[in-house]
């Protein structure tokens, strides 16, 4: 798994790409919430569109990252959810608790000010 990070206005891009499976790694995307939060970068948009596939540890840590943000008075979105991975957010209903895009520029304006 490979993590890049960018800010887009006030706006914390975190895009994986490769999977996002349990072991070491998933403690570094840990962590990155952890840290935006701490530098008060509490706009998280979550590009998922390079990552091949996530299992349950994965999903447990993009939930803890949206708590982490929330309870900051944050949010964390979610772009370019592939097909598996938008299925995964169906079947575990997580799909009404993130919002999802596919175009960017959208996400970023649905922070507003």
């Not at 948009?45 to 447990?60: I, P, T």
């Not at 608790?97 to 959208?106: G, L, N, S, Y």
Request: net charge neutral; hydrophobic share 45%; aromatic share 6%.
């Amino acid at each position: 798994m490979n993590i890049k990070q960018q800010m887009k206005g006030d706006v914390l891009v975190i895009a994986l790409s490769g999977k996002v499976i349990g072991g070491p790694e998933l403690m570094e995307v840990k962590s990155v919430f952890q840290k935006a939060v701490d530098q008060e970068n509490n706009k998280v948009l979550l590009d998922l569109g390079k990552v091949s596939w996530m299992d349950s540890s994965g999903l447990g840590v993009i939930v803890s990252g949206h708590t982490t943000l929330s309870r900051a008075g944050g949010a964390l979105r979610i772009l370019n959810a592939t097909k598996k991975i938008h299925e995964l957010f169906i079947i575990t209903k997580l799909i009404t608790i993130f919002e999802t895009f596919t175009d960017e520029q959208e996400a970023l304006n649905s922070f507003g000010e």
